[in-house]
């Protein structure tokens, strides 16, 4: 479908442009790091526990016992669900805080919410279910639609218990059973465990002094209030005519949010810390010639062709697929080694680097230089400019962003020399010191993904074998088998960024563990197995083998300015993609196939009944 041509890019001084960038970082480097946040809990809870979007019914607490536990109803938690029942095995239930299947999807509805990376790659199941996504950047209706649709055509409702939130869950060696308490009360006695939470399912707040003292309304982009604000997730909010607003955080979520509130609000003040690097959204519908031209399996080679620009590269005259932002770095310097028939450099890994080093300079600067011609106050321009390289926070992708700082009633505040906003009062934002008053303040301020796990999954206890925590059992990074499983913990699986092969299509990501995962669980019940656990030398040979395969990327995550990516700048913090087994996502595909293959569950120290 895409005719993808490289983007011209200008030229520039890289060594000014590097030192600019590290002053940049060292302007918000924060001593407190991760710790700036405030855990949604306690007088916060709501914040992360509270549903605006669908009632919580009461219901009597539940207990028993269960084959299989699911831990989250997004994307993730419904490929294992679609797997677990491809292995033959039924009896589980997708236990989920939210009312109904989406996770991110389901909570995520604020205004303009769209998915940032190619749908076709992104949306899973796509073939199985027969559904095309409408455009090459879905809208966020369309992708809780699609977890809809995929909870319906697999039968996947019946296995549901939304609004339900783990508390605890704890191995009980007698029952050879996980224990698994709940925010309703339940008790549940689970067999197998497969965590399935997602990267975002936890809001995390800005830890700004006075923030519990705000009088008017405030509440976090991940629970849109509409009934406060009008419209949906098209826009439209009419509610908001003689409101005052203001915006703190301009990550994916504010970029996205910033263009209604300004159409709605009365007056729209954005507090930004670090401006994001904006590329074009150039969204456009599916081609229907197209999808008619698509031979089964386009989709693996699509998300495969991806990988390849994000995390490998190109083969010589393999095109770019994908074609947009993501893939502009990569586009452009495989159009040059066509140009200089320089292709056997790559052998080079240094000499690689490097070409992809110029080319995302000039990338970055072409962002600043489309600010500078959108953005008509030269100094409203200047701050809205990122200084960092690709990639030190995520790309976003908006048409609408940049012409709203044109608008009258929006006005835009750096923050950056006090490494945030200073303070919030009874009436409003301060910064500067100068107090901003407004009716309502919106927190566009991400998730926990890289604090500490405790934070980001918020169980307590979660204790295997001889009540070890997990916590500390991963408190000097994690120790996994394959990334899904780990000694001192039966029969429990984890899935996303832990120890495992990493890809641009995240829920391609999911598929993989989920596979394997359903795999040993099918293989343990066919076999008899009570308890199933990574031995003591099978986890540490794959530690060693993630080590032996690690990329050193430090000098690039320590340069760039700080936020979850690279774990707000702190040394030995968490990445967001874990501790990758760098030796290649497709190589582990290989890898965990023979495994499977074999059948003799290698490496796992296994408990028959
Ligand atoms: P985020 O990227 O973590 O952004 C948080 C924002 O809050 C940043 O701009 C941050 O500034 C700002 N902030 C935090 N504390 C502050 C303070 N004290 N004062 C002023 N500003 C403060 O969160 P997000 O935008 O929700 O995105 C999180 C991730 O979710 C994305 O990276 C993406 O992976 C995913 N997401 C995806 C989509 C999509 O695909 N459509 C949409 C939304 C989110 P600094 O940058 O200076 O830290």
């Given at each position: 479908m895409e005719n993808c041509s490289p983007t011209q890019t200008p030229e520039v001084d890289r060594e000014a442009l590097r030192l600019k960038y590290l002053a940049e970082r060292d302007k918000r480097l924060r001593p407190e790091g991760q710790q700036q946040y405030l855990e949604?809990?306690?007088?916060?809870a709501d914040f992360y526990?509270?549903?605006?979007h669908l009632p919580v019914q009461a219901r009597e607490p539940i207990s028993g016992e269960l084959e299989v536990a699911v831990l989250g109803g997004g994307f993730a938690g419904l490929i294992t669900a679609h797997r677990l029942q491809q292995a033959g095995v039924t009896d589980f239930r997708i236990i989920e805080?939210?009312?109904?299947?989406?996770g991110v999807w389901y909570w995520n509805r604020?205004?303009?919410?769209?998915?940032?990376?190619?749908s076709y790659c992104y949306l899973p199941l796509l073939e199985e279910t027969g559904f095309m996504p409408k455009e090459k950047f879905s809208h966020g209706d369309e992708c809780y639609e699609h977890a809809q649709r995929i909870g319906r055509h697999f039968g996947l409702y019946e296995h549901a218990l939304f609004h339900t939130l783990i508390r605890s869950l704890e191995w009980d060696a007698q029952l050879e059973r996980w224990r698994i308490t709940t925010n309703r009360g339940d008790t549940i006695d689970a067999h197998f465990v497969v965590m399935c939470?997602?990267?975002?399912n936890r809001p995390k707040l800005p830890g700004?002094?006075?923030?519990?003292?705000?009088d008017g309304h405030i509440f976090h982009t991940a629970r849109w209030d509409y009934e406060y604000t009008g419209g949906n997730l098209h826009g439209?909010?009419?509610?908001?005519?003689?409101k005052r607003i203001a915006v703190i955080g301009t990550g994916s979520s504010g970029v996205q949010v910033i263009p209604h509130l300004a159409a709605g609000a009365k007056h729209l003040t954005v507090f930004q810390r670090t401006p994001s690097y904006i590329f074009e959204r150039d969204n456009h519908p599916t081609d229907p010639e197209w999808v008619k031209s698509l031979e089964p399996g386009w989709r693996a080679d699509r998300q495969r062709n991806f990988h390849n620009a994000a995390f490998a590269f190109y083969s010589?005259?393999?095109?770019?697929?994908?074609?947009?932002g993501w893939t502009e770095v990569a586009r452009n310097l495989a159009a040059k080694l066509n140009e200089t028939n320089g292709?056997?450099?790559?052998?080079d890994p240094a000499k690689f680097l490097e070409f992809k080093e110029i080319e995302d300079y000039r990338s970055m600067e072409r962002l600043r230089q489309r600010i500078a011609q959108t953005v008509t106050d030269p100094e409203t321009a200047e701050i809205l400019k990122p200084y960092y390289r690709n990639m030190c926070k995520r790309p976003v992708f908006n048409d609408d962003y940049l012409p709203t700082?044109?608008?009258?009633?929006v006005t835009l505040v750096d923050v950056s020399a006090s490494k945030g906003v200073e303070r919030i009062t009874e009436k409003g934002v301060v910064a500067g010191g100068v107090e901003y008053e407004v009716d309502c303040i919106i927190l566009?301020?991400?998730?926990?993904?890289?604090?500490?796990l405790d934070r980001q999954?918020?169980?307590?206890?979660?204790?295997?074998?001889?009540?070890?925590?997990l916590y500390e059992h991963w408190g000097k990074g994690f120790r996994t088998l394959h990334g899904m499983s780990t000694h001192g913990f039966p029969n429990i699986y984890f899935t996303g960024f832990i120890q495992g092969g990493v890809t641009a299509a995240t829920t391609l990501m999911f598929e993989q563990q989920a596979d394997h995962i359903a795999y040993i669980i099918a293989e343990a019940k066919a076999r008899g197995l009570t308890a199933v656990e990574p031995t003591e030398a099978a986890e540490q040979e794959w530690v060693s083998t993630v080590r032996a395969n690690t990329v050193d990327n430090s000098t690039f995550v320590t340069e760039c300015t700080p936020g979850y990516y690279n774990s707000e700048?702190?040394?030995n913090g968490r990445s967001f993609l874990g501790d990758?087994?760098?030796?290649?996502f497709y190589v582990l595909e290989e890898l965990l196939q023979s495994w499977r293959d074999a059948g003799?569950?290698?490496g796992l120290s296994t408990k028959e009944r």
């Open positions: 949604a809990e306690d007088e916060f526990e509270g549903d605006p805080l939210g009312g109904d299947f989406g604020y205004p303009g919410i769209q998915v940032d990376s190619d939470q997602g990267p975002y700004i002094p006075g923030i519990a003292d705000f439209g909010l009419d509610k908001l005519g003689d010589p005259g393999e095109p770019d697929l994908i074609c947009d292709w056997t450099a790559l052998a700082f044109n608008r009258p009633n566009a301020s991400g998730f926990e993904i890289t604090t500490s999954y918020d169980i307590e206890p979660f204790t295997g074998r001889d009540g070890r925590s700048g702190e040394p990758p087994f760098w030796g290649g003799d569950l290698a």
